[in-house]
Every structure is written in C-alpha cells, then in structure tokens.
C-alpha cells in the first residue's frame, strides 16, 4: 500500500469531521453493533488485534485492553466502512481513524499512535477528538427522542 501522505491524512480528517457535522454520516457504537466474534467482522478483530492481542470476555461484554469500544464508532460510507476508534494509554486516550474499502478487505489506519508525539499531527489529533466529541453527541442526543414523544397523540 502507498503510504498516505500529511496533507492527505489532514484533509479526509476534516472532510470527515464537516460531513458529520451536516449530518451526513450515520455513526453507530462499535461495542453495541459489531460483533467482533463472528467471522464476517474478522477484520476488524484483526486490526484490533494488530495493536495488542488482549481480548476478553467479562459477563458477555467484550472488552479490549487498549481499546474503548464503547467509545469508538463506525459508519458505512458507499461499500465500505470508516471507523473511529478510542485508543487508551497511559493515563490519555486518542482517536485512530481508520477506513475499511469493502466488507472483505483489511482496515488501513489513517494515524497511528505512534504520530501522537509528531507536532505535524497534532492538528489531526485535536480534529480527530473534534470528531469523537460530534459523533458521540449525535449517537447520544436525546432531543429528537424527547420531541417525539412530546409530540406523540394516542
């Protein structure tokens, strides 16, 4: 694979982040809509995998040592998939964008927690929690929900 240059890796960040503030992009939560056993998801436990292999099972809920799958989320783009995944370490977290072309193919990471300390990325990080902080508002948003009800005439 060609390595995706700075410039590249800055724009989708930010193509991303505004498509999300229009609205335009349906994120889900990882840990709730992916089942990472089953073998149609074996990329993406692939690529968890990559970054360390603790995997476990505590009373039925799948957890990762240096993920936070409650916090990190996917959203299917034409045949494919973009993900945002929470990173921990240490006492901090990060987001990892990552993109998936089709169904059948590897997850590519767009950054990697190793760029963290690069002052080139820093700008992407802080886009990338921009992100987390919109997405997570929109998955949680409870204004429409209460609306509807609101609304509701039996």
């Not at 006492?91 to 963290?116: H, M």
Request: hydrophobic content about 35%; overall charge neutral; aromatic content about 14%.
């Amino acid at each position: 694979m060609t390595p995706i240059d700075r410039q590249k890796k800055h724009d989708f960040a930010e193509k991303i982040l505004l498509l999300t503030i229009e609205e335009k992009l349906k994120w889900m939560r990882v840990s709730s809509n992916i089942d990472l056993y089953d073998s149609k998801n074996r990329f993406v436990q692939i690529f968890l995998s990559s970054y360390d292999s603790g995997m476990y099972t505590y009373k039925y809920k799948k957890l990762h040592r240096v993920f936070d799958l409650n916090e990190s989320y996917f959203c299917e783009f034409q045949n494919g998939r973009i993900y945002l995944f929470r990173y921990m370490y240490s006492n901090d977290s990060i987001e990892i964008l990552a993109v998936q072309t089709k169904n059948d193919s590897k997850l590519i990471a767009i950054n990697t927690p190793q760029e963290r300390n690069n002052p080139y990325s820093k700008d992407m990080f802080i886009r990338l929690r921009e992100l987390s902080y919109h997405v997570s508002n929109s998955i949680d948003d409870a204004g429409d929900f209460i609306d509807s009800i609101l609304g509701f005439n039996d």
